[in-house]
């Protein structure tokens, strides 16, 4: 049941949806489907259930506050820390993540109220957009 619903909750950079439906994210959002998200996950040890990490980044990734990672295959992910947002996700264990809008709009409380199953309150948009590194065996680029 969790894992179909779209939630509006204030992630740990913006007010945005969360899910593990990238299906319903894509419809919601208007976007391509083959267009990925980024995978928010609750811990270390879920992330590396899900992908390999580059060795000589392992402790970047454990200690990264805010950043996303762009592995080798193309996927992003983001380990968090921030504690309201690790209220929803201890429980899902991993979620797509993406902003409360449609693309490329600007962020409207209506739309994302109307298309969200679980509001999860408090919602304020005063954060700023998280880091984005793409990680290679022994490479390190930044996107953002």
Known sequence: MLKEMVFLTQ????????????????????????????????????????????QAHKKRVRRSKQTTFILGHGRSYRLIHNKHHLLLLNRLKWAYTTSANLSHHPYDEQFAKEHADVIITPLEENHHPSSILKLGKQTLKRIR
């Open 11 to 54: 992630t740990d950079t913006t007010i945005g949806f969360i899910s593990q439906n990238a299906t319903k994210l894509s419809q919601i959002k208007q976007r391509p489907k083959e267009k990925h998200y980024i995978c928010a996950v609750n811990s270390l040890q879920t992330l590396t259930q899900m992908t390999r990490i580059p």
